[in-house]
Nanobody
Framework: QVQLVESGGGLVQAGGSLRLSCAASGSTFRINTIAWYRQAPGLQRELVAFIGSSGVYTFYTDSVKGRFTISSNNAKNMVYLQMNSLKPEDTAVYYC???????????????WGQGTHVTVAA
């Protein structure tokens, strides 16, 4: 079992930056891929980015490409999401999640943190 704890959310003005952190503990040797999802009020949870265990392969959804960067520190069992040039539409609860990839497609395990709130004011 892997436990995930997100942190780093907050209130920021449009155009600002935040860095989210995801701390993994427990059976971290089982982790293949870690992803960031977000869920805005009234909307479905959506995949934002993921990173493979090697830290080399990354994916970003189109709406965040060029603005967000996912990275990992395997020695510390940490995954980060650097978010720059934030927009009001980035407002959501951000979650990290473990899963695996096949053919470049991410498959999520039912393993979620409690989430961290990001609010971007216009």
């Amino acid at each position: 079992q892997v436990q995930l704890v997100e942190s780093g959310g907050g209130l920021v003005q449009a155009g600002g930056s935040l860095r989210l952190s995801c701390a993994a503990s427990g059976s971290t040797f089982r982790i293949n891929t870690i992803a960031w999802y977000r869920q805005a009020p009234g909307l479905q949870r959506e995949l934002v980015a993921f990173i493979g265990s090697s830290g080399v392969y990354t994916f970003y959804t189109d709406s965040v490409k060029g603005r967000f960067t996912i990275s990992s520190n395997n020695a510390k069992n940490m995954v980060y999401l650097q978010m720059n040039s934030l927009k009001p539409e980035d407002t959501a609860v951000y979650y990290c999640n473990t899963g695996y990839t096949r053919g470049g497609v991410y498959y999520s395990y039912d393993n979620w943190g409690q989430g961290t709130h990001v609010t971007v004011a216009a």
